[in-house]
């Protein structure tokens, strides 16, 4: 089923990359990338430390969880669940869902998105879908993006 891998430089050290990545979610995730939208969205962010949960709020407070910290190493690793399906839906039984890591290392990430297989019968696609232009490598470059503001 594969996975999909990406290596990015990035225009911090390993302490301050993990510091956006993980605490300043809603300066840098696409909107459009969210079930409530660029208008809707009120906050998207992810709880410190393992067990920390990965959510949004939309409008009136509607709050959707989609992903659960595995591993949390500030400026060195971080592992989370991937609690979307190939249609945007919830994946409530992370049993069902994906992993993603991301190694922070000198001014660059390591980036795993695994258990496509998980995903069936259209796993494949979704991991096509996700490493396409608009998928990870956009979501990325946004994350990217917000790094060189610091600069």
């Known amino acids: 089923m594969g996975k999909i891998r990406l290596e990015l430089e990035v225009p911090a050290g390993p302490e301050r990359a993990f510091e956006v990545f993980t605490g300043e979610l809603m300066s840098w995730w696409p909107?459009?990338?969210?079930?409530s939208g660029p208008r809707a969205l009120a906050e998207i962010g992810m709880e410190s430390g393992a067990g920390g949960l990965c959510y949004e709020i939309g409008p009136h407070g509607f709050r959707c969880d989609w992903g659960r910290v595995l591993h949390w190493d500030p400026g060195r690793r971080l592992v989370f669940t991937w609690?979307?399906?190939?249609?945007?839906?919830p994946v409530p039984d992370p049993a069902h869902a994906g992993e993603v890591e991301v190694l922070f290392k000198d001014?660059?990430?390591?980036?795993?998105?695994?258990g496509f297989d998980k995903y069936q019968p259209t796993g494949d696609d979704y991991r096509k879908a996700l490493e396409s232009p608009e998928g990870w490598p956009y979501i990325l470059d946004s994350y990217v993006k917000r790094l060189r503001e610091d600069q």
Do not use: L
């Open 31 to 35: 909107a459009e990338y969210t079930w």
């Open 83 to 89: 609690q979307i399906g190939p249609n945007r839906e």
């Open 107 to 114: 001014e660059r990430i390591e980036f795993e998105h695994r």
